[in-house]
Structure formats: C-alpha cells, structure tokens
C-alpha cells in the first residue's frame, strides 16, 4: 500500500494571530556587523508613498542599467537619543545583564514613558569587567515630527556591532546622552530590513482571513464559512483549522529592502498639499524601495539585512525624479 500523503495547506508560521502587545518594535536577532562599531538599526515614522524614476541597480534585472519607474516609501527619521548603555554576557541560558549606565541629562517627555532619577549620582562602571555584547539603550523624539499627535517617546533597545570590543566600548562611550542622525547609521545603497506592527482589520472572517475557498453555492445555511472544523479524535478543535478571528496589527518583518536616498531635507519630496493623512515631512528622511508595513504615522524598525547574500553592491542609486505631486488631486 503506498503512503498517504496529503501536506497541510497554508502558513503556520505565525500562531497564534493576536494583536501584538506594543506598537513599538522589538528587533531580536541582528545581522553581523561592519569593520567599524556603530548601531545595527534605526527607527523612523512612516509617511507615505510616492514613485521615482531611477536607475534600475539589479544586474539580473531585465532593465537593468535604464531608467525605470519605482515605488518608493518615505520615513520620517528625527534624531534619535541615547539614554544608555547596557552591557551583556552570554551564558548557557542565553544573554545575561551585567549592568548599565545612563546618561546625566534626559529629556522631561521621557518621564511618560518611565520615572526619571531627579539627581543622579556618577557612577564610574567598567565596561570591560563583564561585557561580551553592548547595547544602546535609545528613544525617539515624536515632538520634532509635525505628521503625528505623539509626545511620549518610544524606548527600544538597539545592539552595537561592527570592529573589536575594545571598539564598541569607546564608541558606546562617545555616542551617550548625544543625538544620532539616520546619516551616521544608514548610508544610501544599503540593504535593511523592515520590522514594523501591521495595519489592524479587527475581527475577521475565515474566508477574508485564511482565504479559504467558498462553499458551493447550494450549500446550506452559509457560502462563506469551513466545511469541516476536523476529525472526531482528537475530539478538539486543532490550532490548524482556519477560524475567525483577529486579523492586521501583527509585528513583521519585510527582508531586503534596498536603501535609495538619505536626505535632510523633507521639502525635496513632500508632494503637494504634503502626505495623505500625514502632512509636511520636516526632519531627516530615507527613500526605500518598494512597501513596507503599517499604516502611516507608524514607528518603523530599520535594521541592516540579517539574511541578504545575493552581494549586490550600490554606492549610491542613480535618482533622475521623485514625485511631488500632489496625492489628494489638488
């Protein structure tokens, strides 16, 4: 008798689907690092999308080296904070802390977020007593950007890569309490990945949610429902049969996406009447190529490409256009 064989239909690489707990992103896994220390991402607010025409850069393309038009996305990228230093070891139970240190001076809008120590006393820690690993302990500042109602600054935690410890350590110390510009972390023609929580659709039918076929048309009671929740034993429902439920606000993550133009000029690629839902980009931007996640006004997560091997390598992309006109049909 041969084998049964019938492979499950669909992903399960995501279960369960629940909103995410925070919209701020949370990067777990970093990519190797350069030969110089500096921080292995970036957060920005997104602001919309408009198209260019650029110099298509893949050499496999069919239009490689001619002008082609692009989608392109803008994030809104003020500087960053860093309110401290946080030291690592590894162990058999993964990274322990081993201590931190914070900066002197904090922002008042910070006290939103956690309490503030009125009057810090110095400590003088030694960053090579215990450290394997160091992070950088930052936050955003939403009161410089116009396109959002925000004021409490999002607080995440980015990794230090790149050059020997001896390295990171001195960098770590240099960069303390001081704001970082996209331009000191990100350059044009990098690759970056994109973590961000997703638009949220609420609750959500099976057919919208796992795109389940329609039933026929003479079935009874309902088209639009599972013809089966499973078989009698196990005498449960199993995760993998495809229910209603919550769909959208989901963190993912989109790999590869390649980095057009650093710019600090927002009013070079504001389009008329500025962005739908956002307005007037007045900070530091990036142009990436293609869509990423969320809705506007999101906080973006950019770090360097964790899993990109196909060695594509781009100084800087040939930009001859971006538009500005305006999205509204003013």
Same mark, same amino acid.
Request: net charge positive.
């Given at each position: 008798?041969? &084998?049964?064989?019938?492979?499950?239909?669909?992903?399960?690489?995501?279960?369960?689907?629940?909103?995410?707990?925070?919209? /701020?992103?949370?990067?777990?896994?970093?990519?190797?690092?350069?030969?110089?220390?500096?921080? $292995?991402?970036?957060? %920005?607010?997104?602001?919309?999308?408009?198209?260019?025409?650029?110099?298509?850069?893949?050499?496999?393309?069919?239009?490689?080296?001619?002008?082609?038009?692009?989608?392109?996305?803008?994030?809104?990228?003020?500087?960053?904070?860093?309110?401290?230093?946080?030291?690592?070891?590894?162990?058999?139970? %993964?990274?322990?802390? /081993?201590?931190?240190?914070?900066?002197?001076?904090?922002?008042?809008? $910070?006290?939103?977020? !956690?309490?503030?120590?009125?009057?810090?006393?110095?400590?003088?820690?030694?960053?090579?007593?215990?450290?394997?690993? $160091?992070?950088?302990?930052?936050?955003?500042?939403?009161?410089?950007?116009?396109? /959002?109602?925000?004021?409490?600054?999002?607080?995440?935690?980015?990794?230090?890569?790149?050059?020997?410890?001896?390295?990171?350590?001195?960098?770590?110390?240099?960069?303390?309490?001081?704001?970082?510009? !996209?331009?000191?972390? !990100?350059?044009?023609?990098?690759?970056?990945? /994109?973590?961000? #929580?997703?638009?949220?659709?609420?609750?959500?039918?099976?057919?919208?949610?796992?795109?389940?076929?329609?039933?026929?048309?003479?079935?009874?009671?309902?088209?639009?429902?599972?013809?089966?929740? %499973?078989?009698?034993?196990?005498?449960?429902?199993?995760?993998?049969?495809?229910?209603?439920?919550?769909?959208?606000?989901?963190?993912?993550?989109?790999? &590869?996406?390649?980095?057009?133009?650093?710019?600090? &000029?927002?009013?070079?690629?504001?389009?008329?009447?500025?962005?739908?839902?956002?307005? #007037?980009?007045?900070?530091?931007? !990036?142009?990436?190529?293609?869509?990423?996640?969320?809705?506007?006004?999101?906080?973006?997560?950019?770090?360097?490409?964790?899993?990109?091997?196909?060695?594509?390598?781009?100084?800087?992309?040939?930009?001859?256009?971006?538009?500005?006109?305006?999205?509204?049909?003013?």
């Amino acid at each position: 008798m041969p &084998n049964i064989h019938h492979p499950k239909r669909g992903s399960h690489g995501y279960w369960p689907r629940k909103r995410a707990k925070t919209e /701020t992103p949370h990067i777990k896994s970093w990519a190797q690092g350069a030969d110089t220390p500096k921080l $292995l991402a970036f957060f %920005g607010y997104k602001a919309g999308m408009t198209h260019a025409f650029i110099v298509d850069y893949r050499p496999t393309s069919t239009t490689s080296g001619r002008e082609v038009k692009m989608a392109v996305t803008v994030v809104e990228t003020p500087p960053l904070k860093v309110a401290a230093i946080r030291a690592y070891q590894r162990t058999a139970y %993964g990274l322990h802390c /081993t201590g931190e240190l914070w900066a002197e001076k904090l922002d008042p809008e $910070l006290s939103r977020r !956690i309490p503030l120590v009125k009057n810090p006393k110095e400590k003088k820690w030694d960053f090579t007593k215990d450290a394997e690993e $160091l992070h950088a302990i930052v936050y955003t500042q939403p009161k410089l950007v116009t396109g /959002t109602p925000k004021k409490a600054p999002e607080i995440t935690e980015v990794k230090i890569g790149g050059g020997s410890l001896e390295d990171q350590i001195k960098y770590a110390q240099d960069i303390l309490g001081k704001d970082l510009k !996209i331009s000191d972390v !990100i350059k044009e023609g990098d690759m970056l990945d /994109t973590i961000a #929580v997703t638009k949220g659709k609420g609750w959500q039918g099976t057919v919208k949610r796992h795109h389940v076929k329609l039933l026929f048309h003479k079935n009874s009671k309902h088209r639009r429902m599972i013809g089966t929740a %499973g078989s009698w034993h196990p005498s449960w429902v199993q995760a993998t049969v495809p229910q209603a439920g919550q769909m959208g606000y989901h963190q993912r993550t989109e790999l &590869n996406k390649r980095v057009l133009k650093v710019g600090d &000029n927002g009013e070079d690629i504001t389009p008329a009447g500025g962005f739908p839902h956002y307005g #007037v980009v007045r900070n530091s931007y !990036i142009l990436l190529h293609g869509s990423i996640p969320g809705p506007v006004k999101r906080l973006i997560g950019m770090r360097d490409a964790a899993r990109y091997q196909r060695g594509v390598k781009v100084q800087k992309p040939e930009i001859t256009y971006i538009s500005t006109t305006s999205k509204q049909g003013a």
